[in-house]
């Protein structure tokens, strides 16, 4: 409470235009009247209680503000007293608001920043403005067993919610300092949302020397509009809009039309279990540690006996060598406790390995097989085939898709956990992604995938990859164009240091000279319509400046950089003052678009060539035709 009140007396002295003589500089003591502590905790013993959200908040503060703002605790299981008639409350709460007497609005794992959003709307009086700085799982967590996608439909049905600056990726830097966990900046309108009900949704890029000075850069420009109703309908869409652009959501939408299984249906439809618990599947051994149980047969041992598992080879807990694994230069087994022993046959081989952490730079999810039988710890998760038909060619198989661009890219847009709060690739992840059946392939296609997974056993190389995604792509209906929007993705938006610092690099000359070519090649057919024969120059920025222009026109080298000479000095700084990423001005005296970017190689992929021309194409077609604007 002092701490809150010396917020107030210093944001008072701050903004006030007169602040002198320092005698006028005296407060009321703030407590009771503006300052107002619920629940019986002390600064030195923590309460079990409600505090503000239970029933110690009165009636007079039910509709009473037009602004509620704040940054509500972020914790999460925190088995607090009366919690269950705090979740009896809520519920109500969403079923007034959504007219829906059986609607659900869960608070998963006892978050508590999701009461606050709810309690806000009986605070608030109705069209006020709530504004909370929330934890990012909001967004993205997808999880059936967590809840946590029922709880965000409820609220984006309850609330008009206006705008997100989605925070995750900026975390751990002093834009926030001490934040390591994922936020966002929620605000909404205290209103039922109507049906075309939409927000703004930006999130903000991590920029080394602007995050590290506390900035960061909100660009209006470039924040997505989404409706309220895509949110509750579409559960991994704010994923993709994070992680991807508008083209991989369009990617996305195609792969979803095909309808193929997940790799986990698909491996249940063939082996049994469950969806997400598939039999012949899971993950390796765990040796034993502190909160291992007793041995059910030995109470004065911890673990399990690891006996029926001596002489087997196994594998080291390193990246794997190559896609096919040469057992004969493992160790053999020889630990006689683990934590838990899995059943003998999870390491029966024919079997596919997969790594639970995607080795930086390599940019795929890691497999490999093994055709004999293998022991492997939990830093894998297995899947053995001994029980199909062709149990060496269906491992081989699973291995070329689930190393492929496609399953990677389609883990980052989705997952409500990688490339949002963790770099590891968890097994149920893996097991979403979309699988075409190994039987539905053709006898020439099964020949195709064995003769890849050869080349590559035979020796990794880049080419040899890209066949790979190329032939994995034509499964899913992908051309090379597309194969080529989720490299880029990949590139600049896994969550690794490696593509964090690629994605912030300068461009280089040849980047540059390809982005060029791109946005030449989707501005041509305009130019061709409207008799215009467009060209695309580079032109010289400062050495220091971080910006680089490209000139759009009909003029030669020379002309192109006149013009930009004569509009730099005009612009100089506009674009960091506005936050902006990008910068398009049509010049009528010389007839040309001059358009700017950040010079960040994230901002001059084949990718954003094309997204480039979709704007220039939809926002200036009157100077793609050569008309003067009326």
């Given at each position: 409470?002092?701490f809150?009140a010396?917020?107030l007396?210093?944001?008072s002295?701050?903004l006030?235009?007169?602040?002198?003589p320092?005698?006028?500089?005296?407060?009321?003591d703030?407590?009771t009247?503006?300052?107002?502590k619920?629940?019986?905790?002390?600064?030195?013993?923590?309460?079990?209680?409600?505090?503000?959200?239970?029933?110690?908040v009165?009636?007079?503060?039910l509709?009473?503000?037009?602004?509620?703002i704040?940054?509500?605790?972020w914790?999460?299981?925190t088995d607090?007293?009366?919690?269950?008639?705090?979740?009896?409350?809520v519920?109500?709460?969403?079923?007034?608001?959504l007219?829906?007497?059986k609607?659900?609005?869960?608070?998963?794992?006892?978050?508590?920043d999701?009461?606050?959003?709810?309690?806000?709307?009986?605070?608030?009086?109705?069209?006020?403005?709530i504004?909370?700085?929330?934890?990012?799982?909001?967004?993205?967590?997808?999880?059936?067993?967590?809840g946590?996608?029922?709880a965000?439909?409820a609220i984006?049905?309850a609330?008009?919610?206006?705008?997100i600056?989605?925070?995750?990726?900026?975390?751990?830097t002093?834009?926030?300092?001490?934040i390591s966990?994922?936020?966002?900046?929620?605000?909404?309108?205290?209103?039922i949302?109507d049906?075309?009900?939409?927000?703004?949704?930006?999130?903000?890029?991590?920029?080394?020397?602007l995050?590290?000075?506390?900035?960061w850069?909100?660009d209006?420009?470039?924040?997505?509009?989404?409706?309220?109703d895509?949110?509750?309908?579409?559960?991994?869409?704010?994923?993709?809009?994070?992680r991807?652009?508008?083209?991989?959501?369009e990617?996305?939408?195609?792969?979803?039309?095909?309808?193929?299984?997940?790799?986990g249906?698909?491996?249940?439809?063939?082996?049994?279990g469950?969806?997400?618990?598939?039999?012949n599947?899971?993950n390796?051994?765990?040796?034993v540690?502190?909160?291992?149980?007793?041995?059910?047969?030995?109470?004065t041992v911890?673990?399990?006996?690891?006996?029926?598992?001596?002489?087997?080879?196994v594998?080291?807990?390193s990246d794997?060598?190559?896609v096919?694994l040469?057992?004969?230069?493992?160790?053999?087994?020889?630990?006689?406790?683990?934590?838990?022993?899995?059943?003998?046959s999870?390491?029966?081989?024919p079997?596919l390995?997969?790594?639970?952490?995607?080795?930086?730079?390599?940019?795929?999810i890691?497999?490999?097989?093994?055709e004999?039988?293998?022991v492997?710890?939990?830093?894998?998760?297995?899947y053995?085939?001994?029980?199909h038909?062709?149990?060496?060619d269906?491992?081989r198989?699973?291995?070329?898709?689930i190393?492929?661009k496609?399953?990677?890219?389609?883990?980052?847009i989705t997952?409500?956990?990688?490339?949002?709060?963790?770099?590891?690739?968890?097994?149920?992840?893996?097991?979403?992604?979309?699988?075409?059946?190994?039987?539905?392939?053709s006898?020439?296609g099964?020949?195709?995938?064995l003769?890849?997974?050869?080349?590559?056993?035979?020796?990794?190389?880049?080419?040899?990859?890209?066949?790979?995604?190329?032939?994995?792509?034509?499964l899913f209906?992908?051309?090379?164009?597309?194969?080529?929007?989720?490299?880029?993705?990949?590139?600049?938006r896994?969550?690794f240091?490696?593509?964090?610092?690629?994605?912030?690099?300068p461009?280089?000359?040849?980047?540059?000279?390809?982005?060029?070519?791109?946005?030449?090649s989707?501005?041509?057919?305009?130019?061709?319509?409207?008799a215009?024969?467009?060209?695309?120059?580079?032109?010289?920025?400062?050495?220091?400046?971080?910006?680089?222009?490209?000139?759009i026109?009909?003029?030669?080298?020379?002309?192109?950089?006149?013009v930009?000479?004569?509009?730099?000095?005009?612009?100089?700084?506009?674009?960091?003052?506005?936050s902006?990423?990008?910068?398009?001005?049509?010049?009528?005296?010389?007839?040309?678009?001059?358009?700017?970017?950040?010079n960040?190689?994230?901002?001059w992929?084949?990718s954003?060539?094309?997204?480039?021309?979709r704007?220039?194409?939809?926002e200036h077609?009157d100077?793609?035709s050569?008309?003067?604007?009326?």
């Amino acid at each position: 409470m002092r701490f809150a009140a010396l917020g107030l007396y210093l944001v008072s002295i701050e903004l006030d235009p007169n602040p002198e003589p320092v005698e006028k500089l005296k407060f009321d003591d703030l407590r009771t009247t503006v300052l107002l502590k619920f629940g019986d905790g002390t600064e030195t013993n923590e309460s079990k209680d409600l505090g503000s959200l239970g029933d110690d908040v009165g009636p007079e503060h039910l509709g009473a503000y037009d602004l509620v703002i704040g940054n509500p605790p972020w914790s999460s299981a925190t088995d607090l007293d009366d919690w269950s008639s705090l979740e009896v409350r809520v519920l109500q709460i969403a079923r007034e608001r959504l007219s829906n007497d059986k609607a659900n609005a869960p608070l998963p794992k006892q978050v508590l920043d999701l009461p606050f959003v709810w309690l806000a709307t009986q605070w608030a009086r109705p069209n006020a403005q709530i504004a909370f700085a929330l934890h990012a799982r909001l967004l993205f967590q997808r999880g059936l067993k967590e809840g946590m996608a029922s709880a965000r439909s409820a609220i984006f049905g309850a609330l008009d919610v206006t705008g997100i600056v989605n925070g995750a990726e900026v975390r751990s830097t002093q834009v926030w300092p001490s934040i390591s966990a994922p936020f966002c900046l929620f605000f909404a309108r205290n209103a039922i949302p109507d049906s075309s009900a939409g927000f703004s949704f930006v999130s903000p890029q991590l920029e080394g020397p602007l995050n590290q000075s506390g900035g960061w850069r909100i660009d209006p420009a470039s924040a997505q509009t989404v409706t309220a109703d895509e949110v509750i309908h579409r559960p991994e869409l704010l994923k993709i809009l994070f992680r991807g652009t508008r083209l991989d959501l369009e990617l996305y939408d195609r792969v979803a039309a095909k309808a193929f299984p997940t790799f986990g249906e698909y491996w249940w439809s063939r082996f049994g279990g469950t969806v997400n618990r598939p039999k012949n599947s899971g993950n390796g051994y765990k040796l034993v540690h502190s909160g291992s149980l007793l041995d059910t047969d030995d109470d004065t041992v911890q673990g399990s006996s690891a006996t029926a598992l001596f002489g087997l080879p196994v594998l080291p807990d390193s990246d794997f060598p190559s896609v096919l694994l040469d057992i004969s230069k493992y160790q053999k087994f020889s630990l006689a406790r683990l934590d838990r022993v899995r059943p003998r046959s999870l390491y029966t081989g024919p079997m596919l390995l997969v790594h639970k952490s995607p080795p930086q730079g390599f940019g795929r999810i890691r497999t490999a097989v093994s055709e004999s039988d293998l022991v492997f710890s939990e830093s894998f998760y297995g899947y053995t085939a001994y029980q199909h038909e062709t149990p060496n060619d269906l491992s081989r198989y699973l291995a070329l898709i689930i190393s492929s661009k496609i399953a990677l890219w389609h883990v980052l847009i989705t997952s409500g956990e990688f490339g949002f709060e963790r770099e590891v690739v968890e097994k149920f992840v893996v097991q979403e992604v979309p699988l075409p059946p190994f039987e539905d392939l053709s006898h020439n296609g099964r020949k195709t995938a064995l003769a890849l997974f050869s080349e590559l056993a035979g020796g990794e190389t880049n080419e040899r990859w890209e066949k790979v995604d190329q032939w994995v792509g034509s499964l899913f209906g992908l051309s090379g164009e597309d194969v080529q929007t989720i490299s880029d993705t990949l590139s600049y938006r896994l969550p690794f240091q490696g593509n964090q610092k690629a994605a912030q690099a300068p461009i280089s000359p040849a980047e540059l000279d390809v982005f060029q070519a791109r946005l030449g090649s989707e501005l041509q057919p305009w130019g061709e319509r409207f008799a215009r024969a467009l060209t695309i120059q580079a032109v010289k920025t400062p050495p220091l400046s971080p910006w680089q222009y490209v000139y759009i026109g009909q003029g030669d080298e020379v002309e192109a950089q006149s013009v930009f000479d004569r509009l730099a000095a005009a612009t100089e700084g506009l674009g960091d003052r506005l936050s902006a990423t990008e910068m398009v001005h049509v010049d009528e005296v010389s007839d040309c678009l001059i358009l700017g970017r950040l010079n960040q190689a994230r901002y001059w992929s084949v990718s954003q060539a094309r997204l480039v021309a979709r704007r220039i194409i939809w926002e200036h077609v009157d100077f793609l035709s050569g008309k003067k604007p009326k």
